[in-house]
């Protein structure tokens, strides 16, 4: 058999409740129903739409701060580093810090 064949059914009963949050938690997800079971069995993190955009959205913070950081650095190259910059960069790595631990709370500690 082709390894991925899905070839084994199995035939399992549900309450309506849970029936109708299976079907709007795969609906959530632009998935269906059964696509969604195997999901949940794989768990795989990385397949998890809202983790996909946690972390891009993480990926933008980065390289905002990352921005800033180069600017402090130009500035501090060119004998106009100040006060503010050095107080600005400690924001900048305050925030990231905030930032990457709000996403390791919401994917969890993989």
Do not use: W
Not at 70 to 93: P, V
């Amino acid at each position: 058999m082709p390894e991925g064949k899905k070839e084994i059914i199995k035939p399992f009963r549900l309450t309506r409740k849970e029936a109708d949050r299976l079907k709007e938690q795969a609906r959530e997800r632009g998935m269906k129903e059964s696509e969604y079971l195997r999901l949940l069995i794989s768990q795989k993190p990385k397949d998890y739409p809202e983790i996909r955009i946690l972390l891009k959205e993480l990926i933008g913070e980065v390289s905002a701060i990352g921005n800033n950081v180069n600017q402090i650095a130009r500035n501090h190259n060119s004998k106009l580093y100040r006060m503010e910059d050095r107080e600005f960069l400690l924001a900048c790595m305050k925030k990231l810090n905030l930032t990457v631990q709000a996403a390791v709370d919401k994917i969890g500690d993989l």
